[in-house]
């Protein structure tokens, strides 16, 4: 099992900045990818961004041009820089990794507790 566990979360002006952290440890062979999701009360999760392991990302229209995920991949670490912040940003953000225990095994997925985010207008 990957354990997952993040740290970035606060509250933030409308218009400012916050930058994420998530580190995964554990019986660890391989992470394919890692990303960042968030949710609010009575909504579904929904993806914010995802990097691969070669580096290839993607992004939720909503926040192409002012979120930027990246990756260590020798820490095993991802992050997530949050510029230009709204008040619809406001969520839980959880940390999310796919990865393999060994080279024949099958790809696995675990979560992070999640890190609140609070942006006040």
């Known amino acids: 099992q990957v354990h997952l566990v993040e740290s970035g979360g606060g509250l933030v002006q409308a218009g400012g900045s916050l930058r994420l952290s998530c580190a995964a440890s554990g019986s660890i062979f391989s992470i394919r990818s890692m990303g960042w999701s968030r949710q609010t009360p009575g909504q579904e999760r929904e993806l914010v961004a995802r990097i691969a392991s070669g580096g290839s990302s993607v992004y939720a229209d909503s926040v192409k041009g002012r979120f930027t995920i990246s990756r260590d991949n020798a820490e095993n670490t991802v992050y997530l820089q949050m510029d230009s912040l709204k008040p619809e940003d406001t969520a839980v953000y959880y940390c999310?990794?796919?990865?393999?225990?060994?080279?024949?095994?099958?790809?696995?997925?675990?979560w992070g507790q999640g890190t609140q985010v609070t942006v006040a207008s």
């Open positions: 999310n990794a796919e990865y393999k225990v060994t080279a024949l095994s099958s790809t696995r997925s675990s």
